[in-house]
């Protein structure tokens, strides 16, 4: 039993080794590792064994318990740890069955890649069976013991990351919202299918911007004459308004409610609450490339930072690797539990990710069979009957709390509620996840539930030395799906996709079956073929259905423009149009589709920067660097112009006086001033914030940012006001509040009834007007009047008691500075200090019921810091997810010249000094450089340790 940790042991802990040998009997030559000043190992050993075992025991090291944390919320078991609290989490993740799938990958890899995993497995191990103390986080949770790692831990931390970028229950929010305007519209006397699909879930961004313009021409894509009102046909021949899929034919109130019950479960999941619908804190990344032509060095220059949740410890750990018989120079990030080098470089290539949005989750309504028990047997199916298959669960919750030390015991759980899991072969392996009567069920079909080679896809990366070779591992890499960027020495720079694109059999004979799309709830039946086809030659390795062939995943190398972008957006186009069904493969060969909307506006910020910087001469790395942390709204560039103009004409002669009267306030007189004078920068305006280039306490801020800062808060604030006044007013008055689009459908349902007005006249496509006032004369008047009137709201909300904590009830605006609102926990996961940043590592709250950390940022900055666009509460302008790592690589010849930083530090130990030794770089977007090699690493050592056999 090992003894439980105190202060004085956690500082032991955090020390490290300090030996300089350390006997390891499980290695087949020593292993050095070189740690520099900021505690970032380099591994040196002989063979991919050794110094994959010695990487396990550092991990387990430095990040045992957000290893033991991550395994345990993917496999289902977070109970085990956390106590009772987290039985819902694993009820729902044990029904999904990410470590099924893992363990079947496991059964399926090689013996070259189980050797490779089990390595690392054994290091942890060892760790394990040495250390006599464990991190602080066990003496609170009342346990004094850790369970062994296994291989298929790994695999499932991987699946984890993947499933968290790639799944989707935004199927269930999309159709009981569609099914709910459907039947009010039926009664009120509106289109309830054009009120979703063209006004309020718009398919088509706000920008245009797309990763590669020429894509349909060079891989033979046919777009569909027209607009949204293509002419593509549903199953019954019938051709509508975009696309022939605007229909949900048949839906009974009994699968509505239970969608909606399956929704309420799982909203509060941290991992699956994410997925629903557009989520405000949904994973996302940048990065682009520009070519050795246009930068000042002549070499390619890459930059990324994948947005993912600003946990603490960090979701990353930093370390460099050499692996002598391979020749293999690695140095990089990558998540904790797992033995390889997810985003970094080699001595010859770079790469990044982005997440790449395909729709890869299709949620099907069944038909079943039950026994006596009303439990499913078979889904019935054309082809035939099809036994359902049982998994039974055991779940155990640790009683946290109660004085008992390894305190955990059987959870009694019903077989109807989560105690047995009820599989669909037909669709993937995947569960059954709500019962809406006797005779029917909702199965979910995904590309993750089964084997899956993503960890031997990066493995890969790892080892390549050209194109050539890095591009051959990527069809290994099922789901998850990513835009990869890559560079290397030669000069080249390319973008290229992972995953696969399931092939559906309606869609292939070119019809929208019913006219239900994927990304609406499916038929089961077979009848409308809405089935995935099965495994053909362009299948991801181990993958049971057909998938789009490489040819026409989104790729391009060397464009003739000189650089490659990519922010979550529509790398290719297929939504411009609000139709994401009107293209067609090449040849005619079935509808190319890839998913129903994308994100927009950091991509829209990025490539007109890129633009600019390319057009104005070369391009340097401290511009790259710049470019990552800029924090201008592109939402408000679009917007505040509206603002401008409706004060303008409230100030003309025969204005409508209820109009009028806002050009007389001297406080929307001043904030228009604000607004019209604004760079749409979002400093913190604080000396106590964290902006770029200017850590807390560096010194009052200038007078522009003050201003700037100001602009923001008036701006973001003024956003949620017309949001409610506008999109959700109108939905409310209908009845229909319950049923209100996602953050960013919402602000791109109202960028569009402002943009289209002039065609439009103030209503939208359903006939349904969104700017309505009492009284107004023309709907002119009474969208000016709705933005004014917002903005008034807005000011008499910042003087609120609502925001006293913040800006102490005062009216005046040079007050109302954006770090007071825009501010950022790093959270842990027992959530509380002194594991928590602030208060713990060194930081403080900002002030009373002000907590976390001033930052500049907002909205869907390239410097990603988003909160909801709703957001009309002191807290609400808080943050939680953002750049994992930044990264910015010139690839210098033999070398490559690379810095790198990340949100916390290389310990997840809360008294060590490596735990958030990164962070205040990270918040005022500096670096450290990269280190590659022995040499390097030798040159830079301040410790030095033998592992010996």
Known sequence: MKKLITLVGGLALAAGLQAQSVPMPALSAPVTVHTDANGIPTIV????????????????????FQMDYLRRVASGTLAELLGPGALSSDVELRTLGLRRGALETWQHMTADEKAWVKAYADGVNAFLASADQLPPEYGALELSQVERWTPVDSLIIGKLLAFQLSFDSGVVDRTVRLATYQAVGEAVGFDGATLFSEDLSRAAPMDDRVSIPNFFETAGIIPVPGSSGSSLESAEGGAGASGGWRNLPGISDAVVDSL????????????????????????????????????????????????????????????????????????GVTPPGTPLTLLGCNLNICWGLTNHNIDVTDYFREEIRTNSYGLPTHTVHADGEEQVLYAFQSYFVNGVGD?????????????????????????????????????????????????????????????????????????????????????????????????????????????????????????????????????????????????????????????????????????????????????????????????????????????????????????????????????????????????????????EE?????????????????????????????????????????????????????????????????????????????????????????????????????????????????????????????????RDTVLLASLAQTLELLASDEFAPAFG?????????????????????????????????????????????????????????????????????????????????????GTPNVAEILPGGRSGVFVSPFYTNQLRLWLMNDYLPLSFGESDAQSVAADTTTFTP
Request: aromatic letters at 8%; a negative charge; charged letters at 20%.
């Open 260 to 331: 909606n019950g399956y929704m309420e479960r799982v909203r509060n999941i941290p991992l699956l609450g994410t997925t629903i619908g557009r989520a405000d804190n949904r994973a996302g990344s940048n990065w682009w490339v520009v070519s050795g032509e246009h930068t000042d060095s002549g070499y390619p220059i890459m930059a990324n930072d994948p947005h993912l949740g600003l946990d603490m410890p960090a979701l990353m750990i930093n370390e460099n690797i050499v692996i002598r018989d391979e020749q293999r120079v690695v140095s």
């Open 654 to 782: 025969g204005a409508w006086p209820g109009l009028a009267q806002f050009a007389l306030d001297p406080g929307i007189q001043e904030a228009v001033g604000r607004l019209a004078e604004w760079d749409f920068s979002t400093p913190t305006g604080l000396a106590e914030g964290f902006d770029p280039g200017s850590p807390a306490g560096a010194g009052a801020p200038s007078q522009d940012e003050v201003a700037n800062s100001v602009a923001a808060t008036i701006y973001s604030v003024w956003r949620g006001q017309v949001i409610g006044n506008t999109i959700d007013a109108t939905l409310e008055a209908l009845q229909l509040g319950n049923a209100l689009p996602g953050s960013s459908d919402a602000l791109r349902a109202f960028h569009h009834q402002l943009a289209s007005f002039e065609q439009s006249g103030g209503f939208g496509a359903s006939g349904i007007p969104f700017f309505n006032v009492e009284g107004a004369p023309d709907m002119a008047s009474a």
């Open 45 to 64: 050993g002989d063979t991919e064994h050794d110094v994959n075992y010695v990487r396990g025991f550092l991990h387990a090291r430095d990040r045992l």
């Open 809 to 893: 009830n005062s009216t005046d605006q040079s007050d109302y500075r954006w770090g007071k609102l825009h501010r950022i926990v790093f959270s842990h996961p027992l959530g509380s200090d002194p594991f928590n940043v602030p208060n713990g590592g060194g930081l403080s709250d900002l002030g009373p019921n002000l907590p976390g950390v001033a930052r500049a940022g907002g909205y869907q900055t390239v410097d990603a810091s988003s909160h909801s666009v709703r957001a009309d509460g002191l807290n609400d302008f808080m943050f939680g997810s953002g750049p994992a790592r930044r990264t910015v690589a010139e690839m210098t010849p």
């Open 403 to 651: 004085g008992e030390m390894d305190n955990v015991n059987r959870a009694n759980v019903g077989y109807d509620s989560g105690g047995v899991t009820f599989l669909v072969p037909r669709r993937n392996n995947g569960p059954i996840v709500a019962q809406p009567d006797a005779s029917s069920a909702i199965s979910i079909q995904y590309a993750g539930w089964g084997a899956t080679y993503e960890l031997s896809s990066i493995r890969g990366f790892e080892r390549a030395s050209n194109m050539e070779e890095f591009r051959a591992v990527i069809d290994n890499w099922t789901f998850g799906s990513q835009n990869v960027v890559y560079a290397d020495v030669e000069g080249n720079i390319a973008y290229f996709t992972t995953g696969a694109v399931p092939l559906r059999e309606d869609l292939q004979n070119n019809n929208v079956g019913g006219g239900v799309p994927p990304f609406l709830l499916r038929d089961g039946s077979g009848a409308l073929g809405h089935d995935w086809l099965p495994a053909n030659e362009n299948s991801t390795r181990a993958a049971p259905f057909a998938s789009l062939p490489k040819s026409e995943m989104p790729h391009v190398v060397n464009p003739p423009w000189g650089y490659i972008a990519n922010a979550n957006n529509d790398p290719v186009g297929t939504t411009l149009d609000n139709n994401p069904l009107n293209q067609l493969r090449p040849g005619g060969n079935g509808i190319y589709y890839l998913n129903p909307s994308y994100s927009e506006l950091r991509m829209a910020r990025i490539d007109r920067e890129l633009q600019d910087m390319i057009a104005s001469g070369s391009v340097s790395v401290e511009d790259m660097k710049a470019l990552q942390a800029d924090n201008q709204l592109f939402d408000a560039e679009l917007i505040v112009p509206y603002i401008l103009q409706a004060f303008e004409n409230a100030t």
